[in-house]
């Protein structure tokens, strides 16, 4: 269990692409870190020279108090656990998970030791005498977390382990992560492009765009209160919805709109009157009313078990509503819709960044 501090780090590929921009980042001991963005934002990249399999440009990785820039990788006590899983097909389950301790030269007692508890811990008992052609997906991912778990490390890094699955195993396999998380209580940084994943296994996540950090926060942090609209847009499914229009007094208006807005939210609002502002609403934070001043024709519903989104445009911005499918709701059906003002965001059009 390790704590792990980031200070000023870059990386500089060829001595002109900028792939991470200083990266300022303390993770504590035992705590479940993800980080998150779009393909090509660094995530992986700060994964492996975190691991030691790439060197940093610029600034200081510490690991305990001790800096590990120059230190190779097999001394870092690093386990890392990869998206294609990475096992030998020739080997069996057994020989897959105790390679790297007959590496070591482990004494074999203790080996078997070792390794019958991961196998116990992670329901492989059954498959310990099979090859990864003979297992399934979930079982061959499990393989590869046994053999990252019994080095007994102090950090795992996971680097999008369960892109490869399909979204059932997935979801079984992210509480099977968690429950491990929970039990060894080993310092984890996480990769991942995919939110839900973060945001439902992670005590904090770093969200990255172009080798730069846009916010850390808890989940619940990031989903109320974004930086920026980066941030807003990335966090959240349905996407939040973003129109543009003009601060008049305690108001946000547009040529097709007029929403009251709780102006106690926002840090000098009175800076913004009259001027451009884009105001963000999430689809679970627009109600159907029985009459208001927002009006809207569904284009789009789609059935999601028990909730349903609406599709439909104010103007010409298409938006997104989030109501329960309980709600008989026919596409060209006309909708009086009300925004819960005390979660409406305003950003600014300039920085993009929110208001408040």
Not at 38 to 59: F, V
Request: aromatic share 6%.
């Amino acid at each position: 269990m390790a704590f792990i501090e980031f200070k000023k780090i870059y990386k500089v590929y060829n001595e002109k692409y900028l792939a991470i921009d200083d990266f300022n980042l303390n993770i504590e001991k035992n705590e479940f870190v993800a980080l998150i963005g779009p393909s090509g934002c660094g995530k992986s990249t700060l994964l492996r020279m975190i691991a030691g399999l790439e060197d940093i440009t610029d600034g200081e990785l510490n690991i305990d108090g001790k800096c590990v820039n120059n230190v190779h990788p097999k001394d870092r006590d690093i386990s890392m656990v990869f998206q294609n899983y990475a096992l030998y097909p020739h080997l069996n389950v057994f020989d897959n998970i105790s390679f790297g301790l007959k590496l070591r030269k482990v004494p074999k007692n203790e080996i078997k030791e070792k390794v019958s508890e991961v196998a116990t811990t992670l329901g492989l008992t059954d498959e310990i005498d099979k090859t990864p052609s003979e297992m399934s997906g979930g079982q061959r991912q499990r393989v590869a977390l046994g053999r990252a778990m019994v080095q007994d490390s102090k950090v795992f890094l996971m680097d999008e382990p369960l892109s490869n699955l399909d979204a059932k195993l997935r979801n079984k396999m992210r509480l099977e992560i968690l429950r491990l998380h929970k039990q060894l209580g080993i310092t984890t940084i996480y990769v991942t492009h995919d939110q839900v994943e973060a945001m439902t296994m992670a005590d904090r996540i770093v969200v990255m765009n172009k080798g730069v950090i846009q916010q850390i926060g808890t989940p619940r942090e990031l989903y109320s209160n974004p930086k920026n609209i980066f941030v807003a847009t990335f966090i959240g499914e349905p996407e939040i919805n973003l129109i543009k229009g003009f601060v008049k007094g305690d108001k946000f208006v547009n040529e097709d709109i007029e929403i009251q807005l709780d102006i106690s939210k926002y840090k000098d609002l009175n800076k913004y009157e009259g001027k451009e502002v884009i105001l963000g609403i999430r689809p679970e934070h627009i109600k159907i009313v029985e009459s208001s001043n927002v009006q809207s024709e569904i284009e789009l519903t789609e059935m999601r078990g028990d909730i349903q989104i609406l599709v439909s445009k104010i103007g010409n911005k298409e938006i997104s509503a989030k109501t329960t499918s309980e709600i008989d709701i026919k596409i060209g059906q006309s909708i009086n819709y009300e925004f819960d003002k005390a979660n409406i965001h305003l950003f600014n059009v300039d920085t993009k960044e929110r208001i408040g």
